[in-house]
């Protein structure tokens, strides 16, 4: 088979993580990409849904990043819509597979695993570099608290052995995850098990004097 070249070694990110065990495998690095074709009703990351904004990175310098950060087993990308920039996460994988064959990918992604396939060469290319695929759209009458997804119809695709041995464990939420940065403020990662954690976790920090960067928090 005839492997097509990336075209666009850059992504446009509306934010990264370099510690995170709530999204994804071990202790994984995150990347939240900028923009999503879809409006999913409660979507949790309505930041990152504009294609306007976000920081452009080089595949090179996000790979010098995610390959310098210790004790990570893997890269997962969020959003936005990772498929969406196919072409340059792609890349980003084999840039980081170049440097450190042993770390894993994972992808969410708002479209199902069988309409990437026939979505074009670029979506196939990511599809082949990928561990885990998180696939399908957020359906906020289906929320339920589920290992790294917000809603029963999305599924864990393994697409490769490393991690099909999670397929027969437990399925239940891995939970939101705080951080503090650089800064000193705060932010949160992970898929809230209940629907409506956002808004009443925000206010409820808000009324108390505390700042909270957003899941998409642009990056300075
Ligand atoms: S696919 Fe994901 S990022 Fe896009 S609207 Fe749906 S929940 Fe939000």
């Known amino acids: 088979m005839t492997e097509v070249e990336p075209t666009r070694p850059q992504l ?31 979507c949790v990351a309505a930041e990152t849904l504009p294609f306007e904004g976000g920081t452009a990175y080089t595949v090179d310098e996000l790979a010098e990043w995610i390959c310098g950060l210790p004790d990570v087993e893997g890269v997962t990308l969020s959003g936005g819509e990772p498929f969406s920039q196919a072409a340059g996460a792609a890349a980003l994988l084999d840039a980081v597979r170049a440097r450190r064959p042993d ?7 708002g479209f199902r695993y069988e309409a990437l396939r026939k979505g074009g060469e670029e979506r196939r290319a990511l599809l082949r570099r990928l561990d885990l695929l998180v696939d399908g759209p957020y359906v906020a009458s289906r929320h339920d608290s589920l290992r790294w997804r917000g809603s029963a119809n999305q599924r864990i695709v393994a697409l490769t052995d490393r991690y099909a041995h999670l397929a027969s464990g437990p ?50």
């Open 103 to 109: 770390l894993s990918a994972m992808a969410y992604s």
């Open 12 to 42: 446009s990110v509306a934010r990264r993580l370099d510690r995170c065990t709530v999204l994804g495998p071990g202790t994984r690095a995150v990347i939240w990409v900028q923009g999503c074709p879809l409006r999913c009703h409660g």
């Open 171 to 220: 399925d239940t939420s891995a939970g939101v995850e705080l951080s503090l940065e650089a800064d000193g403020s705060l932010s949160w990662a992970g898929v809230p098990p209940a629907p409506g954690f956002r808004e009443g976790f925000e206010e409820q920090l808000a009324a108390r004097g505390f700042v909270l960067h957003t899941q998409a928090r642009r990056e300075a």
